[in-house]
């Protein structure tokens, strides 16, 4: 099996998947990395920057002056890597949005597999982990599918 890149994982099969699911109508936006400014996250004595590979934020559901609603953080990984080594850099990204709002939903993915994971404020914050989808299986894509819109929703 040959390696897919970061960006062909997204080409393929993430954004195709988020067009379908709704997530390139208004009132959401869509981030891709180049556009989403650096994250930095202090935690004691480390310091962690980095950006988020895709971002889908409503831009009419304002928490505060200027910070815009985030529905959707993802990460994805190449094709030879699984979902879940993308969990702790997801994590680290979707926490900054949690000393604005109450939960983000969050997506790793290999391109093959896909892992929701719904981040919760709290001290410390929660994670509850999803089932890995897959679109490799007409059952588990579809949910898959089902899952983005509702998502989509929020």
Avoid: H
């Amino acid at each position: 099996m040959e390696r897919v890149s970061e960006g062909l994982v997204q080409a393929l099969t993430t954004f195709p998947l988020m067009r379908l699911a709704g997530f390139y109508r208004r009132p959401i936006k869509m981030s891709l990395e180049q556009d989403i400014a650096n994250i930095t996250i202090e935690d004691e004595d480390t310091t962690i920057t980095g950006r988020v590979d895709i971002l889908a934020i409503n831009k009419e559901k304002q928490i505060a002056a200027d910070i815009p609603f985030w529905i959707l953080v993802i990460e994805s990984k190449n094709s030879l890597i699984a979902p879940r080594a993308g969990l702790r850099q997801l994590l680290t990204y979707a926490s900054k949005s949690l000393e604005y709002q109450e939960s983000v939903w969050g997506l790793v993915t290999s391109g093959e597999f896909y892992q929701f994971v719904n981040i919760r404020r709290g001290n410390p914050p929660t994670y509850q982990l999803m089932p890995f989808l897959t679109l490799m299986e007409p059952e588990p894509s579809i949910l898959l599918l089902q899952v983005l819109k509702a998502i989509c929703k929020l």
